[in-house]
């Protein structure tokens, strides 16, 4: 285990230790827990980070990731594009607390005083207060004044300079009558000046403010998540397309971006009424 902890030379985001025991967590925080709405999932999210040199430990640590839980058509187009994800179950492996708990002595508290203040995007851990249906962004990358993107669709390659952008997942998530959560997880990179625009949704309209979106449609991820469980993603052994941009650092340092549900409401004696989630377009462009 500390062998894996010195060779990782992992940056984690956040330096609170993900409690995965029930007792620990329990005890980790003193207030009660406010009562959420019925449809309502918490995702925490927490970011690692490893230096290049050390294929070897990762071949390890891809051994305890299950990919094959996830739709193999979407996961061979993830990898063509330089990226690579799969599901942690339980128990949480050797690796993982390590990199966890190799960080906590070197950030600030999870969502705590600073957290906000980050100069770095994934040097933080916090959670996601979701509602069904209402899809939430992680931020994967700082503000760049240009980024420039490579995908493919499967028959050519394609590229595009945007301005003022950076990398970032759109995460939706439907929770389940039998517990578990259906999560929708999209590559894209926001860009442009932020500006305000109609959305409508629940048959009413509102006002969204952001900047401008280039979603990754055909490169949609669907995941059924235990409570508990985690995906994971990050970018390949040599990363080349949008995971390169989304996933690689200077020097070679590769990020590592971590989903896990924390928290759901269904209960399967009294909530029966989810709907299953909308199909997400998965044909490339």
Same mark, same amino acid.
């Given at each position: 285990?500390?062998?894996?902890?010195?060779?990782?030379?992992?940056?984690?985001?956040?330096?609170?230790?993900?409690?995965?025991?029930?007792?620990?967590?329990?005890?980790?925080?003193?207030?009660?827990?406010?009562?959420?709405?019925?449809?309502?999932?918490?995702?925490?999210?927490?970011?690692?980070?490893?230096?290049?040199?050390?294929?070897?430990?990762?071949?390890?640590?891809?051994?305890?990731?299950?990919?094959?839980?996830?739709?193999?058509?979407?996961?061979?187009?993830?990898?063509?594009?330089?990226?690579?994800?799969?599901?942690?179950?339980?128990?949480?492996?050797?690796?993982?607390?390590?990199?966890?708990?190799?960080?906590?002595?070197?950030?600030?508290?999870?969502?705590?005083?600073?957290?906000?203040?980050?100069?770095?995007?994934?040097?933080?851990?916090?959670?996601?207060?979701?509602?069904?249906?209402?899809?939430?962004?992680?931020?994967?990358?700082?503000?760049? %004044?240009? #980024?420039?993107?490579?995908? $493919? =669709?499967?028959? /050519?390659?394609? &590229?595009?300079? !945007?301005?003022?952008?950076? @990398?970032?997942?759109?995460?939706?998530?439907?929770?389940?009558?039998?517990?578990?959560?259906?999560?929708?997880?999209?590559?894209?990179?926001?860009?442009?000046?932020?500006?305000?625009?109609?959305?409508?949704?629940?048959?009413?309209?509102?006002?969204?403010?952001?900047?401008?979106?280039?979603?990754?449609?055909?490169?949609?991820?669907?995941?059924?998540?235990?409570?508990? %469980?985690? #995906?994971?993603?990050?970018? $390949? =052994?040599?990363? /080349?397309?949008? &995971?390169?941009? !989304?996933?690689?650092?200077? @020097?070679?340092?590769?990020?590592?971006?971590?989903?896990?549900?924390?928290?759901?409401?269904?209960?399967?004696?009294?909530?029966?009424?989810?709907?299953?989630?909308?199909?997400?377009?998965?044909?490339?462009?």
């Amino acid at each position: 285990m500390g062998i894996l902890a010195l060779a990782l030379l992992v940056m984690l985001a956040g330096c609170a230790r993900w409690d995965f025991s029930e007792s620990t967590r329990a005890a980790a925080w003193q207030l009660p827990s406010p009562r959420l709405p019925p449809d309502a999932v918490v995702l925490e999210v927490a970011f690692g980070r490893v230096r290049p040199g050390i294929a070897g430990q990762l071949t390890e640590i891809w051994k305890g990731i299950d990919e094959q839980r996830l739709d193999p058509q979407v996961r061979r187009r993830l990898a063509a594009n330089g990226i690579r994800c799969g599901i942690v179950s339980q128990p949480v492996p050797g690796w993982l607390d390590d990199m966890i708990e190799a960080q906590m002595q070197t950030h600030g508290t999870f969502n705590g005083p600073g957290a906000e203040a980050a100069a770095d995007v994934t040097a933080k851990q916090y959670r996601l207060q979701m509602r069904k249906g209402q899809p939430a962004t992680i931020q994967l990358s700082q503000a760049s %004044e240009s #980024l420039t993107a490579l995908w $493919t =669709d499967g028959e /050519a390659w394609r &590229g595009e300079t !945007f301005s003022d952008a950076h @990398a970032a997942l759109s995460v939706v998530c439907y929770p389940k009558d039998d517990g578990h959560v259906a999560v929708q997880l999209l590559p894209m990179i926001e860009h442009g000046t932020p500006r305000g625009r109609p959305v409508g949704g629940d048959g009413v309209w509102h006002i969204e403010y952001g900047k401008d979106k280039h979603r990754f449609d055909w490169l949609a991820l669907n995941a059924d998540l235990a409570p508990g %469980e985690i #995906l994971a993603m990050t970018a $390949t =052994d040599e990363p /080349a397309g949008l &995971g390169k941009v !989304f996933f690689q650092r200077k @020097a070679g340092e590769t990020v590592w971006v971590f989903l896990r549900v924390a928290q759901v409401q269904q209960d399967e004696l009294f909530g029966a009424t989810t709907a299953p989630p909308p199909a997400m377009e998965n044909s490339a462009p």
